[in-house]
């Protein structure tokens, strides 16, 4: 159950802010939503995570809307090297399986210089 | 340098054969993740464990086994018994305790000839 569903492709001129959209109807109130991205035959790397409050750091703004049922993730200024999957997850935790990450399937975003 | 080390990147192996990957941290993360990850695809879980000598399975377990005997080290076998092992194969860890990122490993890329 991937608990999240996104567009499966997007593009993004260079230098432009790219708008990654998630949608997550059926997170539950401590379900915190992550996002990864994946260069071609890498292991995912983190970009940011959020509850409900929008967050922002060095790679990335996060927004959330206010039901918390989607979320938003803003490049700011798009590089080449942006050009990978995007993957939105659901985090839950439970004291007996701990952390569970639910990937989707993921946008695979391209730049366009 | 801490993070996770996944060898070989990539793996051969013919047909009937068993085959281990191997997953190690030097991050003292509590929790072990094996994923599945076939071309197009997200990432579907296969074993996870959360302490030493303790694992459970994934989504996708059939086929799998796994061992935690040392809180760095997580290997997975590919048995015979997996129909469809060819695939890229990634491992991760996190710390329990708290709100924090999944750490992922380079990835094991495994072709059954």
């Known amino acids: 159950d991937a608990k999240t569903t996104q567009p499966p492709s997007m593009d993004c001129a260079e230098g432009r802010a790219a708008n990654l959209p998630c949608n997550h109807s059926?997170?539950?109130?401590?379900?915190?939503v992550y996002w990864y991205r994946q260069i071609h035959s890498q292991g995912p790397q983190y970009i940011i995570h959020?509850?409900?409050n929008n967050e922002t750091n060095e790679m990335a703004s996060l927004i959330i809307t206010e039901d918390r049922k989607s979320s938003t993730l803003i490049l700011p200024h798009a590089t080449l090297r942006d050009t990978a999957v995007y993957y939105c997850?659901?985090?839950?935790?439970?004291?007996?399986?701990?952390?569970?990450?639910?990937f989707g399937t993921g946008t695979s975003l391209t730049v366009i210089p | 340098d801490g993070g996770i080390t996944q060898s070989p990147k990539y793996l051969f192996r013919k047909e009937g054969q068993n085959v281990t990957l191997s997953c190690e941290q030097n991050?003292?993360?509590?929790?072990m993740y094996w994923y599945r990850q076939d071309p197009g695809q997200g990432l579907r879980l296969i074993y996870y464990?959360?302490?030493?000598?303790?694992?459970q399975k994934g989504d996708i377990a059939e086929g799998y086994s796994v061992s935690r005997e040392k809180k760095e080290s997580f290997p997975l076998t590919v048995t015979s018994a997996q129909k469809n092992p060819t695939a890229f194969y990634l491992c991760?860890?996190?710390?329990?305790?708290?709100?924090?990122?999944?750490?992922f490993g380079p990835g094991t890329r495994l072709t059954v000839l």
């Open positions: 059926t997170i539950s109130g401590n379900e915190y």
């Open positions: 991050l003292n993360h509590d929790a």
């Open positions: 991760a860890s996190t710390i329990n305790a708290g709100v924090n990122e999944q750490f």
């Open positions: 997850i659901v985090r839950v935790f439970a004291l007996n399986t701990g952390n569970q990450f639910y």
């Open positions: 464990s959360q302490i030493v000598n303790d694992f």
């Open positions: 959020g509850l409900k």
